[in-house]
C-alpha cells in the first residue's frame, strides 16, 4: 500500500511519515511544498503544489497512491486572516484537486481543526454544529463539506494545539516556542484566557496510524484530555524541563487582538476516538517529559 502524505516536512506529517516507514505494510511518498526536510524522507521526498490543478492532477495519475493523508494547509490564522485567497486556494482547493484526481477506491484522510468551532465548550462532539470565527476555521469547514459531499471514503480528523519537538521545524508550536525563550532565560508573555486540550504529536500520530488502518468513514475528534490555559502550559514546560517560571507573565488574548479570531476555549469529547481505536492520550506532564527524552534524538 502505497501512503501520501502531504506537509511531510512539519510537525504532524513528520511524526506520521516517521511511523509509516516503521510498519513494513506501507510504502512512503512523503510530499512538500519546498526542500525536503527530513532526513529519513530524502530518498522518497517529492514537490508538489496542491494548489495547481494540473500539476496535482498529473501526479496522482502517476503515483496511484491507495492512501493519502493530508497534512498540508495554511494553517497559521493572522495570515488566512490577512491573505484569504492564498488560504482558501491550498486549504479548499488543494483538497478539491486531491479528491477530485483520486481513485475512488483509494482513503483520504485529512487534518481539520478545533477552530472550525466557535470556541465556547470544552466537550465538542463530531457532530456539533461548527461556527467558525476566522477565514482559517472557515476554509477548513469548506474543505470537511467537499470531503463529505464528494469522496466517501474518507476520515478527516480534528484536532487541538498540537505539540512536540520535530526535526528541523520551520514553525514554533507551544512547547518548541516556550523551550526555545525559557532555556535562553528569555522572558514571555502568554495569554491566560484560552483554554484548550492540547494534543501530544506523538499520540495524535499513532491514533491516525491506527484509524487509518481500521476501516471507519466518518469525522474524528482527537485531542489530549485535560483542559489548560495556554499560560498554565508555559508554566508546565518550565516546571518539567526546569525553567524558571517568573520569566512567563500573563496577559490576555484583548491585549494582543487575538481574541475575536481565535475560539476561547475549545476541548474535544473524545468518547468516539476511545472507542474505535482505543485511544489513551498521555497526561500534559508525561508527554512533556516525554517529548524531553525524544529531544536527544532531533
Ligand atoms: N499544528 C496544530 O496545532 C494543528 C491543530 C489543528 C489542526 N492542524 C492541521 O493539521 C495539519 C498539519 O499541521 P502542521 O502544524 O503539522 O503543519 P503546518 O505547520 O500547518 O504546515 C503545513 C504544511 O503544508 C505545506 N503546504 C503549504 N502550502 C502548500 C501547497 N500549496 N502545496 C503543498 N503543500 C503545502 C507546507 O509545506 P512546506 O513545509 O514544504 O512548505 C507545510 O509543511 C494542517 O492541516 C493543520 O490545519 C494543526
Request: proline content about 3%; glycine content about 4%; hydrophobic content about 40%.
Amino acid at each position: 500500500m502505497k501512503v501520501l502524505i502531504t506537509g511531510a516536512n512539519r510537525l504532524i506529517g513528520q511524526y506520521i511519515g516517521k511511523l509509516i516507514l516503521k510498519s513494513k505494510d506501507f510504502l512512503l511518498l512523503p510530499i512538500g511544498l519546498g526542500n525536503p526536510r527530513i532526513k529519513d524522507f530524502e530518498n522518497f521526498y517529492q514537490k508538489l503544489d496542491i494548489s495547481n490543478s494540473s500539476e496535482v492532477k498529473n501526479f496522482l495519475i502517476t503515483e496511484k497512491p491507495d492512501i493519502v493523508i493530508n497534512c498540508a494547509a495554511i494553517s497559521h490564522v493572522d495570515i488566512c486572516e490577512e491573505f484569504p485567497d492564498k488560504c482558501f486556494k491550498v486549504n479548499v482547493l488543494g483538497v478539491k484537486n486531491l479528491i477530485d484526481n483520486l481513485n475512488p477506491q483509494s482513503k483520504f484522510i485529512h487534518l481539520s481543526s478545533e477552530f472550525v468551532f466557535d470556541g465556547t465548550s470544552l466537550n465538542y462532539k463530531e457532530n456539533d454544529q461548527p461556527n467558525p470565527l476566522s477565514i482559517y476555521g472557515k476554509s477548513k469547514l469548506q474543505a470537511e463539506e467537499y470531503i463529505q459531499q464528494n469522496f466517501k471514503n474518507h476520515q478527516i480528523i480534528r484536532t487541538i494545539l498540537v505539540f512536540g519537538f520535530g526535526e528541523n521545524l520551520s514553525r514554533n508550536n507551544i512547547l518548541t516556542w516556550a523551550y526555545s525563550f525559557l532555556s535562553q532565560n528569555k522572558k514571555i508573555k502568554v495569554v491566560n484566557d484560552q483554554i484548550r486540550k492540547p494534543t501530544y504529536v506523538k499520540d495524535l500520530a499513532k491514533a491516525i496510524f491506527d484509524l487509518m488502518v481500521s476501516n471507519q468513514n466518518s469525522t474524528f475528534h482527537i485531542s489530549g484530555e485535560e483542559e489548560i490555559s495556554i499560560f498554565q502550559l508555559a508554566k508546565k514546560v518550565a516546571d518539567v524541563y526546569g525553567f524558571d517560571k517568573n520569566l512567563i507573565s500573563s496577559i490576555s488574548s484583548k491585549s494582543l487582538n487575538e481574541l475575536d479570531k481565535r475560539p476561547t476555549i475549545t476541548g474535544f469529547n473524545l468518547d468516539k476516538i476511545s472507542s474505535i481505536i482505543n485511544y489513551k492520550p498521555q497526561s500534559i506532564t508525561n508527554a512533556l517529559i516525554d517529548s524531553k527524552n525524544g529531544l536527544i534524538h532531533i
